[in-house]
C-alpha cells in the first residue's frame, strides 16, 4: 500500500535478488523492472519485455513448465500484473515449484507520468494468495528479500509471489537490448536448445 | 495431467478432435493452454488424461500467447485452444510473438459463423480470421472433418519446423450450431 513507510530502493532490491542467480532465467515486465534487472548486468538468461503487458508472469510459468528444474523469476511492477491478474490463478493450479513472481510495488505507473495504481487500495499480495499460491508475501525490509532470493534461486514447495514494496523515485534508465529475436536465440543457446 | 483434473478419462477422442490430438501427440507437443469451449471438450479431456501432456486452463486468452512463447524459450512445444471470442483478447500479446519469433500455433473453434443463434458471438466470428491478418499469423481452415488433420498438419510443420505463427480455424459446421432451449 503506499502509506508504507521506509520503502525500499528499487535497484538494490533486485540486486540483492539476482546476486547469486545461478542458473536462474528472469523474465522482466515492461518499463523500470526491466531496466532494474539490466542495471544488474547484462545476462545471457535474462528475457526483457518491452511490450505484452499483462504478460510477464504467464510466459514465466511456460518457461518454469518447461525447466521444471531451473528456477524462474519473474520480476515485474503493479501495473504490469495488474493487467495479467488472472494468471497467478492459472499459476496456482499449475503449482510449478521453480517460478518466484517478484512485483516491485510504487503504486504508480512509472513510465507513463506517475499516475496512481489500483494498488494504492488493492493488495496484491492478497490476491495471489486468494488465488491459491499459498506462498504470498509482501515485503518492506531488506531482511526479507534476503529470504526471497534464497526462495527464488532454488526449488520451492510450489510457487511463490512476492509483493515487494518501494520507493517512487525515478531512476536513470538502463536500457537492454529491444531485439526479442536476439533475446530468444541467447536464452535457448544458453540452454543448449537450438536458437530456432 | 495434473492434480485439478483427476476424473480425465483415458481415451482417445474420435473423429477431427481425435486427429488434432494424434497430430500434437506425434509432434510431441507438450504444454497445451486453452480457455474452454465446448468444441474443443473431447481434445481438452484428452489432453488432461495424457500424462506426456500439461493441459493449462487460462483465464484468459491472451495469457496463451505469452505462455505458449515462453514454453518454446524453455524448449517445450505448445499450443493454444480457444474459440472465436477469445481472439480479439489476444491482439496485443501477439506483439511478443511478433517481437521473439519461435512458433506460434493455435486451434479456434469458430462461433458466431454459421447458423448462430446467439449474436454476440457474431463479431468475433466475423472479425476472426482479420484479426489474425492484423497481427501477422497465417490463417488455416478447415471446413468438413476429413479437412481437419490436413490442416493441423500443415499448421504444425509451418508452426514448429518453420518457425511460423500459424491459427487454423475449425469451422462451426464441424461442430454445430449450440442449441438454447427456453
Request: proline letters at 5%.
Given at each position: 500500500?503506499?502509506?508504507?513507510?521506509?520503502?525500499?530502493?528499487?535497484?538494490?532490491?533486485?540486486?540483492?535478488?539476482?546476486?547469486?542467480?545461478?542458473?536462474?532465467?528472469?523474465?522482466?515486465?515492461?518499463?523500470?523492472?526491466?531496466?532494474?534487472?539490466?542495471?544488474?548486468?547484462?545476462?545471457?538468461?535474462?528475457?526483457?519485455?518491452?511490450?505484452?503487458?499483462?504478460?510477464?508472469?504467464?510466459?514465466?510459468?511456460?518457461?518454469?513448465?518447461?525447466?521444471?528444474?531451473?528456477?524462474?523469476?519473474?520480476?515485474?511492477?503493479?501495473?504490469?500484473?495488474?493487467?495479467?491478474?488472472?494468471?497467478?490463478?492459472?499459476?496456482?493450479?499449475?503449482?510449478?515449484?521453480?517460478?518466484?513472481?517478484?512485483?516491485?510495488?510504487?503504486?504508480?505507473?512509472?513510465?507513463?507520468?506517475?499516475?496512481?495504481?489500483?494498488?494504492?487500495?488493492?493488495?496484491?499480495?492478497?490476491?495471489?494468495?486468494?488465488?491459491?499460491?499459498?506462498?504470498?508475501?509482501?515485503?518492506?525490509?531488506?531482511?526479507?528479500?534476503?529470504?526471497?532470493?534464497?526462495?527464488?534461486?532454488?526449488?520451492?514447495?510450489?510457487?511463490?509471489?512476492?509483493?515487494?514494496?518501494?520507493?517512487?523515485?525515478?531512476?536513470?534508465?538502463?536500457?537492454?537490448?529491444?531485439?526479442?529475436?536476439?533475446?530468444?536465440?541467447?536464452?535457448?543457446?544458453?540452454?543448449?536448445?537450438?536458437?530456432? | 495431467?495434473?492434480?485439478?483434473?483427476?476424473?480425465?478419462?483415458?481415451?482417445?477422442?474420435?473423429?477431427?478432435?481425435?486427429?488434432?490430438?494424434?497430430?500434437?501427440?506425434?509432434?510431441?507437443?507438450?504444454?497445451?493452454?486453452?480457455?474452454?469451449?465446448?468444441?474443443?471438450?473431447?481434445?481438452?479431456?484428452?489432453?488432461?488424461?495424457?500424462?506426456?501432456?500439461?493441459?493449462?486452463?487460462?483465464?484468459?486468452?491472451?495469457?496463451?500467447?505469452?505462455?505458449?512463447?515462453?514454453?518454446?524459450?524453455?524448449?517445450?512445444?505448445?499450443?493454444?485452444?480457444?474459440?472465436s471470442?477469445?481472439?480479439?483478447?489476444?491482439?496485443?500479446?501477439?506483439?511478443?510473438?511478433?517481437?521473439?519469433?519461435?512458433?506460434?500455433?493455435?486451434?479456434?473453434?469458430?462461433r458466431g459463423e454459421?447458423?448462430e443463434?446467439?449474436?454476440?458471438q457474431v463479431?468475433m466470428g466475423t472479425?476472426?480470421?482479420?484479426?489474425?491478418?492484423?497481427?501477422?499469423?497465417?490463417?488455416?481452415?478447415?471446413?468438413?472433418?476429413?479437412?481437419?488433420?490436413?490442416?493441423?498438419?500443415?499448421?504444425?510443420?509451418?508452426?514448429?519446423?518453420?518457425?511460423?505463427?500459424?491459427?487454423?480455424?475449425?469451422?462451426?459446421?464441424?461442430?454445430?450450431?449450440?442449441?438454447?432451449?427456453?
Amino acid at each position: 500500500m503506499s502509506t508504507a513507510v521506509n520503502r525500499l530502493d528499487r535497484r538494490a532490491v533486485v540486486a540483492r535478488l539476482l546476486k547469486d542467480r545461478g542458473e536462474a532465467i528472469v523474465v522482466t515486465g515492461l518499463g523500470s523492472p526491466t531496466y532494474d534487472v539490466a542495471a544488474c548486468g547484462d545476462h545471457d538468461r535474462n528475457v526483457y519485455l518491452w511490450g505484452a503487458m499483462g504478460g510477464c508472469a504467464v510466459m514465466a510459468l511456460g518457461i518454469a513448465l518447461a525447466r521444471p528444474e531451473t528456477p524462474v523469476i519473474a520480476v515485474t511492477g503493479d501495473g504490469e500484473m495488474l493487467m495479467g491478474v488472472g494468471s497467478f490463478a492459472t499459476i496456482a493450479m499449475q503449482a510449478p515449484k521453480n517460478l518466484t513472481v517478484v512485483i516491485l510495488d510504487n503504486g504508480l505507473y512509472g513510465e507513463t507520468g506517475g499516475q496512481a495504481s489500483h494498488t494504492v487500495v488493492a493488495d496484491l499480495a492478497g490476491m495471489a494468495r486468494a488465488s491459491g499460491i499459498a506462498d504470498a508475501r509482501a515485503i518492506d525490509a531488506m531482511g526479507d528479500v534476503e529470504g526471497l532470493a534464497t526462495r527464488a534461486t532454488a526449488l520451492g514447495n510450489g510457487p511463490c509471489v512476492a509483493v515487494v514494496r518501494i520507493g517512487q523515485a525515478e531512476l536513470e534508465r538502463v536500457l537492454p537490448t529491444r531485439d526479442g529475436h536476439a533475446v530468444r536465440a541467447r536464452v535457448r543457446q544458453s540452454l543448449g536448445l537450438s536458437i530456432d | 495431467m495434473n492434480a485439478a483434473h483427476p476424473h480425465a478419462l483415458h481415451a482417445s477422442p474420435a473423429g477431427w478432435p481425435g486427429d488434432i490430438f494424434s497430430a500434437l501427440k506425434t509432434a510431441r507437443v507438450r504444454q497445451v493452454a486453452y480457455v474452454p469451449d465446448g468444441g474443443h471438450a473431447e481434445l481438452i479431456r484428452a489432453i488432461h488424461a495424457d500424462p506426456a501432456m500439461i493441459g493449462i486452463p487460462l483465464t484468459t486468452e491472451e495469457e496463451g500467447v505469452a505462455l505458449v512463447s515462453g514454453a518454446w524459450l524453455g524448449g517445450d512445444r505448445a499450443c493454444l485452444l480457444m474459440q472465436s471470442s477469445g481472439v480479439g483478447n489476444c491482439i496485443n500479446m501477439l506483439s511478443l510473438v511478433r517481437n521473439m519469433g519461435g512458433p506460434f500455433l493455435t486451434f479456434v473453434t469458430m462461433r458466431g459463423e454459421w447458423g448462430e443463434f446467439n449474436p454476440w458471438q457474431v463479431p468475433m466470428g466475423t472479425g476472426t480470421p482479420d484479426a489474425f491478418r492484423l497481427m501477422g499469423v497465417h490463417v488455416l481452415r478447415a471446413d468438413r472433418p476429413e479437412e481437419v488433420g490436413p490442416a493441423t498438419a500443415a499448421g504444425i510443420r509451418m508452426a514448429y519446423e518453420g518457425g511460423s505463427a500459424v491459427a487454423v480455424l475449425l469451422a462451426q459446421q464441424l461442430i454445430g450450431a449450440k442449441v438454447f432451449v427456453k
